[in-house]
């Protein structure tokens, strides 16, 4: 018997979906990590684009950046998903 993955994976791939898939799985992960201290807005080409409600906000953010990353690489590497190679943080004030 052929696992759902399998067959969920190669109907996104054929449909051009795959994707958008990933970054919605990319932004789902961040905003686990992130516990309303940030919003992922976006994931495209190994950039994730998050959005903060103030400076310090984004600060904070900076600094702890490549834990981020490195949270989210891992979960990549076990699930076979997109890597975040930089974080780009979107200060909405």
């Known amino acids: 018997m052929d696992k ?48 903060v409600d103030s400076a310090s906000a984004a600060q904070e953010l900076q600094m702890e950046s490549h834990k981020l990353i490195k949270h989210l690489n891992l979960i990549a590497a076990q699930n076979n998903g997109p890597k975040v190679r930089e974080i780009r943080i979107v200060n909405i004030e």
């Not at 996104?12 to 795959?18: E, I």
């Not at 309303?36 to 959005?51: A, E, M």
């Open 4 to 51: 759902l993955s399998d067959f969920l994976n190669s109907s996104l791939n054929n449909k051009g979906l795959s994707g958008a898939t990933g970054g919605a799985v990319v932004c789902f992960w961040a905003d686990e990590w992130g516990k309303g201290r940030f919003k992922p807005i976006s994931y495209f080409r190994g950039v994730l684009k998050v959005s």
